[in-house]
């Protein structure tokens, strides 16, 4: 039955003389006139399809499998004949970035479960550093003087002396809200309500009964998810919050292949931003009804992101950031107008970008820095903030320290055989059975197992670690006894869950591949301290306290990233797990105008560490690739958990 | 021939279910989907019909002629039937205004040329008042070091600091440059030539073999006409200039008619905005065409207007403007992008629109003392700019004062029976002989009479005053000797062509009215300068000199103006007629940011006088209808020429 209807759907379509796509099982359909690629129709109506490469046809996570039409598609290429099983080509799996369509036909492509970007969890909460209330925008009430034939001053200039003469401060007003005060303040019968910017810009005129409700919004742009904060301007407090995958992730998973995107097209800046914007529109939207107000009532906006997100948000090519040496284009606060970026907000509002530090380091790790009070702190301490790109940042009250490292997106499940994000039916957590070297997991939301997110992947390496499935050097141990372990072709893999337990029909490993992925992360990660601790001549045991931040470190094992070397060897009780910080300091600066000052502040004094730069650097992280470094002495309390001695 | 094929369209139009109308006979063709009058069809379109009531029904001026489908047009109307003679609505005359199509149907409709705003001559000169070269905006070559991995500061952080070696002075980036910079820098191997405005505020970074071309538009936005002045900023010297009839004129001829129309609709202003805004782009690109260059290189620009131009222009609402007390929204200069008003030039262009003094005296205002220099005169001197609404300066450099009088549009030809706008074909000079009262007369290009425009009514009212077929309260002479004297109906009327030398095929005549109309035009404008002069306490032998501003100033004959008594009565040789001053000062505050202070200071200092609110002011005014006034002693001078004694 359904595949007449296919069939009559197909003619109708060949005598239109257009190509169609139905994406399932969503029945999704779309025309192209052009020639474009599976993937590129996908993004067009956005569609969630993962691709870690950017379409380059080199990571593979866009299996498709086509239902219909197949002999009216491009051939196999080279790329997917190297990515795609023989078992996969035979059963019409294809890869949605090599795949285009010939002629006209209707098309019907199947995109499975492991190939979605798919719904994540994702983490909104931070610290809550409490903050004086000083926002940029106040309202108050104006009373003016009606004009008569003896006092014929224009409205505005009537207005302004009347905001002078309540304030004793001098005011100026923007071209919108000049066009709105002369009915404004004729229906409010000469009082009005005005909303006033710290500058002294008046941003909105109405008449005096329709007193505004103050709000503004939090952003925090990461490469993998944007958290929106509606704050109470009045209050302080969270009106409401909302997340989301960042919608870029269709044009490349990490920062450095949406660059490469941006670098292959001119209107590719322009697409990414608009992808951002209007995604950060969607969050506005659904926090706004969540608290019941409307866009209107927002007056002011933060944002902050690491700076290559930064940049595409406010349409500024970023292509250089990842070009040596890594400058970024703008390194200061920014105010611009929102309805200049198209955000949805009153007509009046600013969007305040907060400063970055370098071209690796962004506004997330300065709102770091004023979430954790690190800049204020009498003792010296760091902030991890781990994501695809890591930034750490060590100091105290004197001084402050920043660099980044590549640190790859393994920890959030790409580039693993079995990886994925933190979403429904992710193993977020493994633990090995030391004696009979039996294994359990746990899934997200105790859903059927798909694959293994950054948490579960970091588990299980210290897991194999700390029972000797693998070696120091991340070898898997030959002799290890247990029928989990196994060859599959040349690469040795560890199976998590057995085909039968999982959604996918297939097991779920961890291989060899995946456990030199770990190590290459964690080795960035470390050496990055480590090089900074050289660079001011400390040692692990004089930083009183390392904060971890991001979505990554609130989920990990500490005792999981400890073992493998991930962190400095302190103690247990000196690490902790702050979440995502750089949400935390967007608000902070919302609430008030003296925080944004303070992060100007610490955007300039803090000094830059550029790793690429060091000549140690490569040998640093070639040693910490080790489990938990080659230098097993840096690391005595790791040891002894590892040989028991 | 033609009717068949029309009937062929018309069988076409209706079985595709439209209305159609076509205008001859330029044959424009526009399809109607819902109910509107022909005067709206055509304003949309952009064809040029008058209409001085701005479609109520009133004037009378917008007479179209109905060639084809008379029967699917709404009856005639009451106004219709007390506006158009019994032969002209024989004729198949209609009011524009007042006519709807019913039904399905293409309706040819011919606009004569009586009804046309047509094309104008249009006064560009003004005075060339010498101005110091002070532009707002400057060009400088930059070098800046490249950057290293021991020097990764950002580009713009980069580029400003460059700025503040080789200027000593601090800048900021607008948004669009700083999109601008990343690629301009290494696309200049790190030289850029950038545009600065006196601000700081860099709106413009180019590689540096990409030195711009500085140019600036200084725009005067008046009632009927507006003029552009394409200026090089380097150089100070005028590239091209373009003068338009206002294309607002269709939504009324002044500007009362203007505001009520906007009053009609909540986008009408919106509508108003757009028209003139999309004029003054016309002007531009005429300006850009002459001068060879391209709307890019335009990076400032100012403009100057009456009040309610000037608020149309901002889209501000200027329906308060025409309210007792009359205030204006906005009396301060304003800076604000020009791609916020859709004005086409450099992305990182500002307008400046000088600052107004009241409702009814405005920017232009402020741009003849600037241009006439009276603010700095050591005597007293006098500006009267006649045009629909008249303005009156009158001080020197300690102190000056303003007023305004509604001067209505007589003296452009309007409300006059046979009056036009001063373009080929109107007449603009009459004579009579003193004996034989034989008329002679000149028009404009020698064309065929088709009317007169204002300094032909002026000149016909002077030279019947002096021949006395008028008498000194206006009457005509019911005992004058000769057959170009008549009545028609109760009204008496002087033929000026008969209609075998007319393009019209009808008399031109001048009437009683209309000679009434010109006594309450020249009573406005004289009662203003003589309430000005008590409030001083000055006579008109303190007046060292009387600046005759505007269009109608420079082609009227000082001597006639003076007869009837317009001006007050000092020596012709202190009179002096200085054309478009308005667009004089525009132009010296594009090339220089002082005047543009100077100008606020002006604004601020001059002492507004609201006639409205002089008790006297009814009194003078009736008074002076008187030619030249009731009060025969205050014009010894013209009185000597009537009498001979």
Known sequence: MKVDHLKIQQKADILMDKSVVIFQPEGRRHEIEESETLLEVAREIGLDIQSVCGGKGTCGKCRVIVRAGIDRLSLISKLEKRLLTESEIANAFRLACQTTIHGQSTIVVEVPHQSRVGKQRLLLKGLDTPVALRPSVTRLVIHLRKPSLTDVKADVERLLEAIRDQTGGESKVSYETLRQIPNAIREGNWTVSVVLRADGELISVRPADQLPDLYGVAVDIGSTKVAAYLLDLITGEIAATAPMTNPQIPYGEDIISRILYIMRGEKNLGELQRVIVSGINQLIEECCEKARIQADDIYDMTAVGNTAMHHIFLGVNPTYLSLSPYPAVLQSSMNLKARELGIRANPGAYVHTLPNIAGFVGADAVADVLATGIYKSESTKMVIDIGTNTEIIVGKKDWLMACSCASGPALEGAQIKHG??????????????????????????????????????????????????????????????????????????????????????????????????????????????????????????????????????????????????????VSLQNIEFVGNTAGSGARMALLSTEIRMLADRIARQIEYLELGADPEFMKEFLNATYFPHREAERFPHVMKILTGK
Request: contains cysteine; negative net charge; proline residues 4%.
């Open 420 to 569: 994925m994000r933190a979403g429904t039916g992710a193993i977020e957590h493994v633990w090995v059975d030391p004696e009979t070297l039996e294994l359990g997991y746990q899934t997200i939301d105790n859903g059927k197992p798909i694959g293994l997110c950054g948490s579960g992947i970091v588990d299980a390496v210290a897991q194999m670690l700390s029972t000797h499935l693998i070696m120091l050097d991340g070898r898997f141990n030959p002799n290890a006894k247990t029928e989990r372990i196994r060859r599959n072709g040349n690469i040795f893999e560890l199976v998590i869950a057995w085909r039968d337990e999982t959604s996918t029909e297939n097991d779920i490993v961890i291989t060899q591949n995946d456990v030199r992925e770990v190590q290459k992360a964690k080795a960035a990660i470390y050496a990055g301290t480590s090089i900074l601790m050289k660079h001011i001549n400390i040692k692990p045991q004089d930083i009183q306290k390392i904060f971890v931040a991001g979505a990554f470190g609130n989920y990990v094992d500490p005792q999981s990233g400890k073992i493998i070397g991930m962190f400095p060897d």
